[in-house]
């Protein structure tokens, strides 16, 4: 392995927590597996989801105004902002807290990063990412009724807001996260998928909408024109026929049997499918390898041991 191999480190929600307390416990076990990465030699930069972080925020800021407390409204891209600085605040430390323990000198980052998306999205039309926590249809109905949110059933645990979620296109900070790469820093960057902004004839604007932190991960990965993707996630492999009796297993996956799996929907809409299909989109355009594995098995996967590698 060069030392200087470049990796994408895609954090799913496992890896951090739905409250700030859970949080910080969990970021420790996280900072272990980035500094084993470290330690190994490779060149990290870091992405994570935000869906439970940005809804909490919301809600929380909502509530608050509702009750008279003067909080002012406090709109969805500046909550997803808010996600980024406490969440790679979290990260930072425990990051830090690692690197100290093992003398390994190297600084570590967050950058507050802008994801640029196309105001005519189909995304935008059809909302489908839930954010915060569950409520009651009575809760549900009246919020929507008030602020125009749109709620749907989520599996029988009650309602939730749903966002639209975009396609991420333009990393607006790109050459800020390049340089920080380029002068050994680990950075944390496309936090909650990135703020999602629209190209205005006044400039950038934020919008309602949470990016998938995989397909930004993704995105983030080609332009910095990393080595491998790596996606954690709470499974050690990607399944076939997953939850049947006939599940099984996959050690590796060629860009052509990724894209037929995903046409026999093998994959879940919600959870696997965005995973798989990021990697596929970075493998086509840089030839490099991607990894899908579990928070716990980063280092044993690298090694071959487990994961599920897709390759050209």
């Not at 060069?2 to 990796?7: G, H, V």
């Not at 739905?18 to 970021?27: F, I, N």
């Not at 000198?105 to 909302?127: H, M, S, W």
Request: glycine share 10%.
């Amino acid at each position: 392995m060069s030392m200087a191999e470049r990796i994408v480190v895609a954090l799913g929600g496992n890896a951090l927590g739905s409250t700030p307390e859970e949080q910080l416990a969990l970021v420790k076990h996280t900072a272990k597996t980035i500094v084993d990465l470290v330690e190994q030699g490779y060149e990290v930069v870091i992405g994570h989801g935000n869906g439970p972080q940005v809804g909490m925020i919301h809600l929380a800021m909502e509530f608050s105004a509702r009750q008279g407390c003067r909080t002012p409204y406090m709109p969805f891209p500046e909550c997803g902002a808010m996600t980024q600085g406490y969440i790679g605040y979290h990260l930072q430390q425990a990051i830090q807290g690692e690197l100290q323990l093992r003398r390994i000198r190297k600084p570590c980052v967050t950058v507050i990063t802008q994801v640029e998306v196309d105001a005519l999205d189909p995304g935008f039309q059809n909302p489908t990412k839930p954010v915060g926590s569950f409520c009651s249809r009575e809760e549900a109905e009246r919020i929507a009724k008030e602020r125009g949110f749109v709620f749907v059933e989520d599996s029988g645990r009650g309602y939730r807001r749903v966002v639209p979620s975009p396609i991420p296109r333009r990393i607006v900070e790109l050459e800020a996260v390049k340089r920080l790469c380029d002068a050994g820093a680990i950075v944390i960057t496309v936090g909650g998928g990135g703020i999602p902004v629209v190209e205005t004839s006044e400039g950038l604007k934020g919008v309602a909408a949470v990016i998938d932190k995989d397909r930004a991960s993704a995105l983030l990965a080609i332009q910095l024109e990393a080595d491998r993707l790596i996606i954690l996630t709470a499974v050690d492999r990607v399944c076939l026929n997953f939850g049947r009796p006939d599940q099984r297993d996959l050690p590796s996956m060629t860009l052509e049997e990724a894209e037929r799996y995903m046409e026999e929907n093998q994959f879940a809409p919600g959870s696997m499918l965005p995973k798989v299909q990021s990697c596929v989109e970075f493998v086509k355009h840089t030839g490099g390898t991607a990894l899908i594995t579990s928070l716990s098995r980063g280092l044993d996967a690298l090694a071959g041991k487990t994961g599920t590698w897709i390759t050209k």
